[in-house]
């Protein structure tokens, strides 16, 4: 994900270059001039169920992008709760792994095994139940976003309603990035799992590989989850986003979409 004004700057710099002698430098180059402008995009997974670190999370002094999955207890406090506190809002949708419990879906999960009717049925039903979405990702999946067919309905529900898709890459098989360029739908792809293993070790390690993933590009898409890892997550989140704060702004996810699909996904809703 390349940052405009980085590229505005270089621009300019190239133009001014080649109608002189000697090409200047980068304006990032320049003495003083200030680092790039860089972003976080923390998005925190299956609210809606109650899940320990909810209240934690809701809490941290930075905004965030709430993943709430739907038909679940807690479903719509948890959105309004946290579309009030300033956060974005996504479906959190349950799609069928590879490995893993049926139980670990939830409500409504979008299998491969379904007709096209029915995905498309689920879908829309998903979106109507969490209140204030703006968006989707998928919980687990790593077999659904692998599935030309599957990911095209659901991605073609995300265009209709004016959603933009967030895929967690939770396969490296996934389709979404092809189907989602077929369609027209904005689209925005995970870096960085911070819980994948709940220690707060791991989650320590993962914030460092964070540091250094913004090294690399100017924005950074981090999952977390609240439920069994949420108050190490919360905790650890808590203890680095003060320094954080000194590499990077921290933003939601709707800010790293270009303008034109803002604009668009505000119009539809």
């Known amino acids: 994900m390349c940052s405009m004004m980085l590229a505005a700057a270089l621009g300019s710099a190239f133009a001014l270059g080649s109608a002189a002698a000697h090409p200047l430098p980068p304006a990032s180059d320049l003495p003083g001039a200030p680092a790039p402008q860089r972003h976080i995009a923390i998005v925190i997974d299956d609210f809606g169920n109650g899940g320990k670190g909810t209240e934690e999370m809701l809490n941290l002094p930075v905004k965030f992008?709430?993943?709430?999955?739907?038909?679940l207890p807690s479903t719509?406090?948890?959105?309004?709760?946290?579309h009030a506190m300033g956060h974005d809002i996504i479906v959190h949708l349950p799609m069928e792994p590879i490995r893993g419990k049926a139980s670990w879906l939830g409500p409504g999960a979008i299998l491969t095994s379904l007709p096209d009717d029915e995905i498309r049925r689920r879908v829309e039903a998903a979106i109507a139940d969490v209140p204030y979405a703006?968006?989707?990702n998928?919980?687990?999946g790593s077999r659904a976003t692998s599935d030309e067919r599957v990911m095209r309905i659901v991605l073609q529900v995300c265009k209709e309603k004016g959603l933009f898709f967030l895929d967690s890459r939770t396969s490296w098989k996934t389709v979404v990035p092809k189907v989602a360029r077929e369609l027209g739908v904005p689209l925005l792809q995970n870096d960085v799992f911070l819980d994948d293993i709940y220690t707060r070790r791991h989650v320590s390690r993962q914030i460092a590989v964070l540091r250094q993933e913004l090294k690399k590009r100017d924005s950074?898409?981090?999952?977390?989850?609240?439920?069994a890892p949420g108050l190490i997550t919360s905790g650890e989140l808590k203890n680095a986003i003060p320094a954080l704060q000194s590499e990077a702004s921290f933003v939601r996810l709707s800010e790293l979409l270009p303008a034109a699909s803002r604009a668009q996904g505000s119009k539809q809703r």
Not at 65 to 71: G, R, W
Request: hydrophobic share 55%; glycine share 10%; net charge negative.
């Open 138 to 140: 998928n919980h687990m």
């Open 76 to 82: 719509h406090k948890d959105a309004e709760m946290a």
């Open 134 to 136: 703006i968006g989707m």
């Open 65 to 71: 992008t709430a993943a709430v999955m739907p038909f």
């Open 220 to 227: 950074c898409v981090v999952i977390g989850h609240v439920g």
